[in-house]
T-cell receptor, first 112, second 115 residues
């Protein structure tokens, strides 16, 4: 089955700096890669996603890049703000259905 | 549209008991997936239902089961509860997975504590 590894497990940055979180996946059939943000005590919320026919996608301060050959994808957050502090999860799925395999999560702390 | 809802939000049970959790998807969504979230194992896929049929299943024992009704609402059941079943159980709904519309929207979760 699919295996998704996520690094780093914790990340501390100063407000205004950029943050990068990296994930690797094992199943070459995976073609959908969402990123979720989960604040303490709340539900995971989708912040951006990318499909395998696209190499990069941006949404304001957030961008995701995908390298299918190397089987890795990354989340980039620019101009970080204290409200970006949360746990971020990457995930992967294939056309076999709606089964998301999640990475272990990254706790991002943005210091004011 | 109203978001995904789950009931109950909190539950305390003792070992050996069984529990049923409920999930109401976003209106129009036909797929419901269930996940278990624990500090040690992270977010793990349990199963997915689409049009009342289980389409995918994760690596959980048979004590974990589910079903989906004709209105797309879903329930999951855990029998013979063990201490290790203590977790946040999340459901997520999506419109038409595998057809270019895989976005999953999560509910608030049911926090289960097994004593």
């Amino acid at each position: 089955g699919e295996n998704v590894e996520q690094h780093p497990s914790t990340l501390s940055v100063q407000e205004g700096d950029s943050a990068v979180i990296k994930c690797t996946y094992s199943d070459s059939a995976s073609n959908y890669f969402p990123w979720y943000k989960q604040e303490l005590g709340k539900r995971p919320q989708l912040i951006i996603d990318i499909r395998s026919n696209v190499g990069e996608k941006k949404d304001q301060r957030i961008a995701v890049t995908l390298n299918k050959t190397a089987k890795h994808f990354s989340l980039h957050i620019t101009e970080t703000q204290p409200e970006d502090s949360a746990v971020y999860f990457c995930a992967a799925s294939s056309n076999a259905g709606n089964m998301l395999t999640f990475g272990g999560g990254t706790r991002l702390m943005v210091k004011p | 549209k109203a978001g995904v809802t789950q009931t109950p939000r909190y539950l305390i049970k003792t070992r050996g008991q069984q529990v049923t959790l409920s999930c109401s998807p976003i209106s129009g969504h036909r797929s419901v997936s269930w996940y278990q979230q624990t500090p040690g194992q992270g977010l793990q896929f349990l199963f997915e239902y689409f049009s009342e049929t289980q389409r995918n299943k994760g690596n959980f024992p048979g004590r974990f089961s589910g079903r989906q009704f004709s209105n797309s609402r879903s329930e999951m059941n855990v029998s013979t509860l063990e201490l290790g079943d203590s977790a946040l159980y999340l459901c997520a709904s999506s419109f038409n997975p595998g057809q270019g519309d895989e976005t999953q929207y999560f509910g608030p979760g049911t926090r289960l504590l097994v004593l």
